[in-house]
Every structure is written in structure tokens, then in C-alpha cells.
């Protein structure tokens, strides 16, 4: 079995390939990447590789490795980052997943160097860890739990007394988001290095909190990533289509979004370099997001780790928790700093 680099002749049968990898859960979800596969691994990093296995009629599983500018131990340094490893349902236990990690593993090393820590994410519970210390590297571990919390947007939140503005961002704000980012995402391992935001990107905007004399306190993105990847629900639970009869009842009512049908696209909004020296500027920033967002979308997600005291921000917003593990090839000892992990990269 062997592994070659990706084409851009494969975009339509990655696009499928996706497709046919539903995360199986109350709410089943798949990735759609339609129409380019790749425009996400091309934001991924600022290097990067897709690999490939082929099967009889083209590639029949993939994995994607890409080179990061990170915050490790405080200090800027490259970091490794593996992930979009899937396998056709048809075609797995068969060694593909195996022979792609290996091939990752060495891809990665090529674009970072062979000191750079690798990181990847798994969903929790999955037994691939195992899997990878035995057969690809037996110094792969967990390094810590990535909860991605989903906050239904069916109510208006309301927003606790402070003495921050909300406001969204214009790009004469850049310069303090990026001071302000050096001194916040330092503290925690793997954030990446961000010396500019994409404050035009169509469908990312930022939301600013400021304090009274106009000094910036924190800021949050939220990303609507329509144009690079959409999650089309492959099939509800029992008791989560009872939720679903519920929500879709009461959506009206509250004008907001009904969740989807079976098959079609979940409206979503995903955060991104959440930045806020403690819990009760994110709260905040999240309070007045979920209110932007009400009316609009169906979900607002964001991703912490569970051990970073900025995850009690999420307290009273009815998050629904999906928890992946991260994990780590080399890198610092240090096992107490939160990490900081973009779901919206997954």
C-alpha cells in the first residue's frame, strides 16, 4: 500500500471521501468540502501536504500534514500539525490509516524539522493512539482534552454588567489585537504566532472589548466557514430528533433558525484566536456574540482546553461538550499550561 502526494486532479474524490466520514453521535455530522478540498489545508499552515492512498477507482483514504509558527514555552517556534486523516468506510482495517500516519509523521518532519513537536487531534475514546504507538511511534501521547462547545442560539443572552465595550473590529484595531495576542496566546502551548489578522475575509468578523480609556481587553473571531468546509447532519438519535421536534417548534417563536433536515447544512459559526486574559471577558465577548449571531445561525461553537480557566466562560449558556483529544510528539515536559487548539482548522 503505498501513499503518494495529493493532485489537485483529486479534489472531487477527497470532496466524496469526506463525505462518507460521518462522526457518529447524538448529532451525526459529515464534513463537506465542497468545492475544494484543499482550501482548508491551505489556511492549515504555512506549509503543507496531502497524501493519499489509491484504490481501484482513486484515492480511497488521506492525510494531511502542515507546518505551523506556534507559541511553545512562550517563544515562537515552528510546530508540526497532522490531521484529515480518513479512511472510506469500505476500505478501513485494512493498514491505510497506518501507512498515512507513517507517511504524515515523515511529511511533517520535512516541512518543520526534525525537533519540531507534531501535534493531532482525535475525537475522545478513540483507540488510535494505541494504534500509532504500536505500529508508527511509540512516543506519541495525550497531551490534553479539547472541548468544542456547541451554544444553541435560540435565545438571547443576556449580557452581565461591565464596564467593557462590545464593539466589532475595523482595521485600524489590528495593531493592539496583535499586542494584545503576543502577550494572551503566549501563556498557553501550540497557540499559533499571529503578527496580522484577516479583518477582511469575507464571513470572519471580530468582536472587540475595550475598557474605558479605550485599552483593549480581549477580542474574539467568528468565522461563518461556508466557503471552505460546511457540516451536513447525517442523522439524529432518538433523543436528539426529540430535541430537534422541540427546537424547530419553538424557532419560530424565537426567530430563529430550525435545525436541518436529515442530509442538509448546519448554520454554524465557529470562534476563533479567542483572546481574553480571563473568563469573565470571554463570557462577555461570547454574551454579545451569541446575541449577533441569534436569528441567523443555529450554533455558536468554540474550542478550550478543558483545564484552561477560560472554559468557565461557557457557564449558563446550554453548551453541548464534544471532546477530542490532543495529541503530541515531542515538544516541551511542561504538562500544567492550558494548549490552545483552533477547532476551526479540524
Known amino acids: 500500500m503505498k501513499v503518494r502526494d495529493a493532485r489537485p486532479e483529486d479534489n472531487a474524490a477527497l470532496v466524496d471521501l469526506a463525505s462518507r466520514c460521518a462522526m457518529d453521535g447524538d448529532l451525526s455530522l459529515c464534513v463537506d468540502r465542497r468545492p475544494d478540498f484543499f482550501a482548508l489545508n491551505r489556511i492549515a499552515g504555512d506549509g503543507w501536504r496531502v497524501g493519499v492512498v489509491d484504490g481501484d477507482d482513486g484515492p480511497i483514504a488521506c492525510v494531511a500534514a502542515a507546518r505551523r509558527s506556534a507559541f511553545i514555552d512562550g517563544r515562537p517556534a515552528p510546530l508540526g500539525y497532522v490531521g484529515d486523516l480518513k479512511v472510506h468506510p469500505a476500505y478501513r482495517r485494512r ?7 507513517q507517511w504524515a509523521q515523515a511529511a511533517a518532519r520535512e516541512l518543520t524539522g526534525p525537533d519540531a513537536p507534531l501535534i493531532g487531534t482525535v475525537l475522545a475514546g478513540n483507540d488510535a493512539v494505541e494504534m500509532l504507538r504500536r505500529q508508527v511511534e511509540p512516543g506519541v501521547r495525550r497531551r490534553a482534552t479539547i472541548r468544542s462547545h456547541s451554544i444553541d442560539l435560540l435565545t438571547r443572552r443576556r449580557i452581565p454588567p461591565s464596564d467593557l465595550t462590545v464593539s466589532a473590529a475595523e482595521p485600524a484595531d489590528e495593531p493592539d489585537m496583535v499586542e494584545l495576542w503576543h502577550r494572551v496566546a503566549a501563556l498557553r502551548q501550540f ?20 475598557r474605558p480609556g479605550g485599552k483593549l481587553a480581549g477580542f474574539v473571531g467568528l468565522w461563518n466557514q461556508h466557503d471552505v468546509k460546511q457540516m451536513r447532519v447525517t442523522g439524529y438519535s432518538p433523543r436528539m430528533a426529540a430535541v430537534r421536534v422541540a427546537f424547530n417548534i419553538a424557532a419560530p417563536l424565537l426567530r430563529a433558525p430550525r435545525l436541518p433536515r436529515t442530509g442538509a447544512e448546519l448554520s454554524y459559526r465557529t470562534v476563533v484566536n479567542p483572546c481574553a486574559p480571563d473568563q469573565a471577558t470571554l463570557r462577555l465577548l461570547l454574551r454579545h456574540a451569541c446575541n449577533r449571531l441569534h436569528g441567523q445561525h443555529s450554533f455558536l461553537t468554540v474550542g478550550l482546553d478543558v483545564r484552561d480557566p477560560l472554559s468557565q466562560a461557557l457557564t449558563g449558556l446550554r453548551a453541548q461538550p464534544t471532546d477530542v483529544d490532543l495529541l503530541v510528539l515531542g515538544g516541551p515536559a511542561d504538562q500544567g499550561t492550558p494548549v490552545h487548539f483552533e477547532i476551526a482548522t479540524v
Open 95 to 101: 493498514g491505510a490509516a497506518r501507512v498515512l500516519a
Open 191 to 210: 497557540a499559533p504566532v499571529c503578527d496580522a489578522f484577516p479583518l477582511s475575509r469575507p464571513g470572519l468578523e471580530y468582536l472587540l472589548a475595550r
